[in-house]
């Protein structure tokens, strides 16, 4: 059945080194999205991308690397250089409605923890 | 830049009780509007969502929303709530073919049996 995958899970990583979250989904979606979910402080957006091979960045994007090579698949690496890069990662998908609305569905999250 | 202000950050009620979340937002152009919800160990899901057309749009579980242009509001309203609504909710607006939506901080709601 359709929907978004997120994988892993959990994730560990020791300090320094790159990680790449994975997001794939099936509802034939053009546009995909990144988020950060911290406590009390929401979704934040960190990339999205309308189309294949072209992406935007958003609120938080310093530190953070995606691509988007196939339109079902948008991998978000956490840098490095990310400062605080434990915290919840979302990933959604929407189709543009002819109304130009973008209702978006969520995948379960990867939780990272860097230690 | 647009901003989503969600007034409530914790609501504690007991069951029955009537449920009313704030909603505000900054854009003053043409929105669409969205409540998602997450129950706990579940996905993030849309509750509801307002296009264009009635102001007042139901949703899933009983929920419903006013969309109030004149106060840039979309608050979230059940007459009596469950248990089963225990959960976090998340107000999100999206300037009409933005391409993206902005979420508030979200406001957790614990009903008590």
């Known amino acids: 059945d359709g929907g978004i995958t997120q994988s892993p899970k959990y994730l560990f990583r020791k300090e320094g080194q790159n990680v790449t979250l994975s997001c794939e989904q099936n509802l034939n979606h053009d546009a995909m999205y990144w988020y950060r979910q911290d406590p009390g402080q929401g979704l934040r957006l960190i990339y999205y991308s309308q189309i294949v091979n072209d992406f935007q960045k958003g609120d938080i994007a310093e530190g953070y690397s995606v691509s988007r090579e196939k339109k079902e698949s948008f991998p978000l690496t956490v840098t490095s250089a990310q400062k605080n890069p434990t915290a919840f990662y979302l990933c959604?998908?929407?189709?543009?409605?002819?109304?130009?609305?973008?209702?978006?569905?969520f995948g379960p999250g990867t939780r990272l923890t860097v230690t | 830049a647009q901003s989503v202000s969600q007034h409530n950050h914790h609501v504690i009620l007991s069951e029955a009780a009537s449920l009313e979340l704030g909603c505000n937002y900054s854009?003053?152009?043409?929105?669409?509007l969205f409540w998602y919800v997450q129950y706990p160990g579940q996905h993030l899901q849309l509750l509801l969502k307002y296009f264009s057309g009635d102001p007042l749009v139901k949703g899933i579980k009983g929920f419903e929303a006013e969309f109030i242009k004149s106060k840039f509001s979309f608050n979230l309203r059940k007459p009596s709530v469950q248990w089963s609504d225990t959960a976090e909710y998340f107000c999100a607006v999206n300037e009409e073919l933005a391409g993206k939506s902005t979420f508030g901080d979200g406001t957790t709601l614990t009903v008590k049996p």
């Open positions: 854009y003053g152009g043409t929105v669409n």
């Open positions: 959604a998908s929407s189709n543009r409605r002819t109304s130009g609305s973008y209702e978006q569905y």
